[in-house]
């Protein structure tokens, strides 16, 4: 067996079959696990329930519930702020060499999910792979 296929920017214009079948088995794990689920939202690293939740649906079909999620308010943004402007100073103070670590790691992840993320974005705003 060859070298792994990466998906890349340069790489998705001319895509292998491994692209389509992962693709495909990302959508079809999505559909099955996760439509329909509620949403937090997230102030300073806590899930936070409450407040009025709107639904939105897939425009592939109406009867794709990509979700519930809570509807936030002014005063949500507020803490939101307050959240980030506490949590600045403790990053500023982490030494670049771990900042870089931990942006690096971001990426991994993302990387490793590549595909479950191109289902729900696909899903959500009803676009193709």
């Known amino acids: 067996m060859g070298t792994p296929f990466k998906l890349t920017y340069s790489t998705m214009f001319n895509p292998p079959a491994e692209l389509h079948a992962r693709f495909d088995a990302a959508l079809a794990d999505f559909k099955v696990h996760g439509l329909g689920r509620d949403h937090p939202q997230w102030i300073g690293g806590q899930a936070v329930e409450g407040g009025e939740r709107f639904e939105v649906r897939s425009p592939i079909d109406q009867d794709w519930m ?8 002014a005063a949500d943004v507020d803490r939101a702020v307050q959240a980030a402007r506490a949590a600045y100073p403790a990053w500023a103070a982490t030494p670049w ?28 705003v009803g676009k193709n792979r």
């Open 97 to 124: 060499r771990e900042r870089v670590a931990l942006l690096r790691r971001a990426a991994r992840l993302i990387e490793e999910r590549v595909y479950a993320i191109s289902a729900a974005v696909a899903v959500e």
């Open 66 to 73: 990509v979700g519930r999620f809570v509807q936030g308010s």
